[in-house]
């Protein structure tokens, strides 16, 4: 039987460290929105209130999606489904999407119960997804971004797409290769599609962790993991 390089301890506990530093962060979130917030009532002019509601307004979408892709608390199922829905709704809120009138779509049949660890795993990915079409995809123009979440043949996959023109000199980043790194933790891969007026980011990872396998699953399943590239 396979099992995964990180043993669950050491797990737990980076999972712990990750909380810690996304606690971190929220506080000093919560400091940036009171001192704008107190500024911008003691502002003389209206322009200036309103350009400091502005900031406090994107401080809580931007705080928002953290609170969304925190670690799990407590062990158990969660569903995928849901915590994609959050991140949308937080993500649209955002005022990049607002300002360049982004419009985000989710799309999704049932929902979709995994281990909570593998739940926030997969909406890491997701989120570095939606950052990517955002801003490579897109470019500075509106457009539309679209979020498929479903279950085929025991695995899931998620789909993230745009309507926008894609960049024929994009190279692979820093997001692309922290992508394909937690895609390969989650025992599956990411595939990419590009044409002239679309891009597709598609995770396809089994709906149970390969450690809840028998080793007579597991070894068929080995040739499918590792990122995959197509272009149109």
């Not at 322009?47 to 400091?52: D, I, N």
């Not at 980043?173 to 891969?189: E, M, S």
Request: include cysteine; proline fraction near 4%.
């Amino acid at each position: 039987m396979i099992h995964d390089p990180i043993s669950a301890p050491r797990s737990r506990a980076e999972m712990l460290q990750v909380a810690e530093l996304l606690h971190r962060i929220g506080n000093d979130y919560t400091r940036v929105i009171m001192f704008a917030s107190l500024r911008a009532a003691n502002a003389l002019s209206n322009e200036a209130k309103s350009a400091l509601n502005e900031v406090v307004n994107h401080i809580h979408a931007a705080a928002e999606v953290y609170r969304v892709l925190r670690p799990p608390s407590v062990t158990g199922l969660a569903d995928l489904t849901d915590t994609i829905a959050r991140l949308c709704r937080a993500q649209s809120d955002v005022s990049e999407f607002r300002r360049r009138q982004i419009d985000l779509l989710l799309a999704y049949d049932d929902p979709i119960e995994l281990e909570a660890w593998r739940c926030w795993h997969a909406s890491l990915i997701v989120a570095e997804m939606l950052n990517n079409a955002c801003r490579h995809a897109l470019g500075s123009t509106s457009g539309l971004i679209s979020v498929d979440i479903a279950g085929s043949d025991g695995r899931v996959l998620c789909s993230v797409s745009n309507d926008g023109t894609v960049d024929k000199a994009w190279m692979p980043g820093l997001g692309t290769q922290l992508i394909d790194a937690l895609a390969v933790g989650l025992d599956g891969f990411v595939e990419r599609r590009f044409c002239e007026s679309r891009a597709t980011a598609v995770l396809s990872f089994p709906l149970v962790a390969q450690s809840e396998r028998d080793p007579i699953s597991e070894s068929s399943s080995l040739d499918m993991a590792g990122p995959m590239v197509l272009a149109s």
